[in-house]
T-cell receptor
Framework: GENVEQHPSTLSVQEGDSAVIKCTYSDSASNYFPWYKQELGKRPQLIID?????GEKKDQRIAVTLNKTAKHFSLHITETQPEDSAVYFC???????????FGAGTILRVKS | NAGVTQTPKFQVLKTGQSMTLQCAQD?????MYWYRQDPGMGLRLIYYSASEGTTDKGEVPNGYNVSRLNKREFSLRLESAAPSQTSVYFCASPGHLTQSEAFFGQGTRLTVV
């Protein structure tokens, strides 16, 4: 079955710096890779996603890159702000309706 | 349009008691999932249902049962609760091919004493 590994487990950056979180997946058939942000005591919320036919996707300060050959994908947050502080999860899914498997999460702290 | 509605929000059980967590979605989605979230463990899939009438085990199914009552509802049952099942439980439902993101319910904080 699918296995998703996420690094680092914690990340501290200075406000205005960039943050990068990396994930690897095991099942080469996976074709959908979302990223979620979870604030303390709240439900996870989708922030960006990418499909296997795309190498990079950007939405304002957030971007995701995908390397299907190496089976890894990354989240990039530029110009970080204190409100970006949260837990971030990557996930992978083989096809629609199949299992959506999550990484263990990254605690991001943005210091002002 | 409430999205994914999950009840209850909090629950305390004694070891050996049973309970059912309810989840309903009003987005006409086919798939629904149940996850548990423990500190440092991320979101682990308990069971999922790809469509009405089908259910499949996830990563951590032991001690749980599920029912996909209809397209809207997907319930999670603990037959004999154990302290190891203390966790936060989330129900989720992804969209269709063009909108595949999973929408999460508000979560259930379950404590088994």
């Amino acid at each position: 079955g699918e296995n998703v590994e996420q690094h680092p487990s914690t990340l501290s950056v200075q406000e205005g710096d960039s943050a990068v979180i990396k994930c690897t997946y095991s099942d080469s058939a996976s074709n959908y890779f979302p990223w979620y942000k979870q604030e303390l005591g709240k439900r996870p919320q989708l922030i960006i996603d990418i499909r296997s036919n795309v190498g990079e996707k950007k939405d304002q300060r957030i971007a995701v890159t995908l390397n299907k050959t190496a089976k890894h994908f990354s989240l990039h947050i530029t110009e970080t702000q204190p409100e970006d502080s949260a837990v971030y999860f990557c996930a992978a899914r083989m096809e629609y309706g199949n299992k959506l498997v999550f990484g263990a999460g990254t605690i991001l702290r943005v210091k002002s | 349009n409430a999205g994914v509605t999950q009840t209850p929000k909090f629950q305390v059980l004694k070891t050996g008691q049973s309970m059912t967590l309810q989840c309903a979605q009003d987005m006409n989605h086919n798939s629904m999932y149940w996850y548990r979230q423990d500190p440092g463990m991320g979101l682990r899939l308990i069971y999922y249902s790809a469509s009405e009438g089908t259910t499949d085990k996830g990563e951590v199914p032991n001690g749980y049962n599920v029912s996909r009552l209809n397209k809207r509802e997907f319930s999670l049952r603990l037959e004999s609760a154990a302290p190891s099942q203390t966790s936060v439980y989330f129900c989720a439902s992804p969209g269709h091919l063009t909108q595949s993101e999973a929408f999460f319910g508000q979560g259930t904080r379950l404590t088994v004493v």
